[in-house]
Structure formats: structure tokens, C-alpha cells
Nanobody, 116 residues
């Protein structure tokens, strides 16, 4: 059974940092790209960042470029999202995402709240 479990969210002041983790299990972790999405209240879910499977190529939404860094530890089956210089508009529930041919998997999400 595929599982994605996010952690690391919390309340932080503007300008602060958080590191989110996504622990994965139930599939061949090394073979898949994994991404982070977020959903703010009243808004659609949006892509934040993604990291490829083997060569570690990363992509970022324009709104987080230069502030967020995605990484993966294949030995621990874990994806990280280091978030620096957080802004109130980063407030959202952050989700881990895995796309397979037959299905797309989501974690339960972790809340990030940035106060001004």
C-alpha cells in the first residue's frame, strides 16, 4: 500500500523557516518523481516544487523560487522541502504528491501558517 506522510508544519513568523518532510512507503521510491503542492483557504491546490527520481532535477513555482529547496534522501525514502524567508501568502496546507500511471497519491497534508 502506497503511503505518503507529511510532517514539519507549524506556525512561524514572516521571515522564518520550516522544513517539511514526506516519508514514503509501499513503492519503489527511487523510481519516481515526487512533488509538493499546497492549498490555501478558498484557493485551488497549486504545485510548489518537484524533484525527479534519479538525477535530482528540481522545479519550482515562481512564487517560491529562491526561498524553497526540495531534496530527497533515497536511503530514507523521504522528500524534504526547506522553506526560508516565509511570507504570509505561503500559509496553506502542504501536500506530498506521487503520480503513477494508474493513480495519483496524496498525503494527508501538513498545515503551515505564517504570521505577519
Amino acid at each position: 500500500e502506497v503511503q505518503l506522510v507529511e510532517s514539519g508544519g507549524g506556525l512561524v513568523q514572516a521571515g522564518g523557516s520550516l522544513r517539511l518532510s514526506c516519508a514514503a512507503s509501499g513503492f519503489s521510491f527511487d523510481d519516481y518523481a515526487i512533488g509538493w503542492f499546497r492549498q490555501a483557504p478558498g484557493k485551488e491546490r497549486e504545485g510548489v516544487s518537484c524533484i525527479s527520481s534519479s538525477d535530482g532535477i528540481t522545479t519550482y513555482a515562481d512564487s517560491v523560487k529562491g526561498r524553497f529547496t526540495i531534496s530527497r534522501d533515497n536511503a530514507k525514502n523521504t522528500i524534504y522541502l526547506q522553506m526560508n524567508n516565509l511570507k504570509p501568502e505561503d500559509t496553506a496546507v502542504y501536500y506530498c504528491n506521487l503520480r503513477m500511471v494508474e493513480y495519483t497519491y496524496w498525503g494527508q497534508g501538513t498545515q503551515v501558517t505564517v504570521s505577519s
